[in-house]
């Protein structure tokens, strides 16, 4: 059953999901990750918090944008998730990550601040990122193909590039 969100759920979210879009970041290198199933591999992405002009510090980005970068990039692997085997059974095309799935996949880990998401609601979403509070970012997927550049395109405005029927 997919979850019901209230209408502070909502709030919350779309508060979180406007600060996400608007933190400036870059991607510093990416590493595709060998699996024993070619179409299991894996991805890992370095990303920085990168200020957008000179009066704003990395450590001023990281304040107010963690939670809403961590939370845009969730509810896109989220959306692009599908199920797996067994866990078809909970699966709904029309669910949504809510704000509480959100803060349970969360937790304060080795200096960062990590999402760790397996399986939600029949789900498949296997994305970990930790933002450090220097700015960096590591937002690792396995089994999502290259669905991780997708997102930042989407986070960033950039169209996905689409083939045109001329006839």
Known sequence: ????????????????LETGV??????????????????????RLKLKFEPEDDDEDIEDIVEWGTFGFLFILAVLSFADARPRESSALDYRETD???????????????????????????????TDIAIRSDGSVTLTTIGRGKAPFHWLDR?????AIRVIDCE
């Open 1 to 16: 059953m997919p979850a019901i969100m209230t209408e502070s759920d909502r709030m919350v979210g779309h508060h979180l």
């Open 96 to 126: 949504e990550l809510t704000v509480s799935d959100f803060l349970a996949c969360l937790s304060f880990r080795r200096g960062a601040l990590e999402l760790r998401a397996d399986y939600i609601r029949g789900r498949r979403m296997k």
């Open 22 to 43: 608007v933190v400036p970041f870059r991607l510093l290198e990416h590493e595709i990750l060998p699996a024993p199933d070619q179409a299991e591999f894996g991805v």
């Open 155 to 159: 986070i960033q405005g950039k169209k």
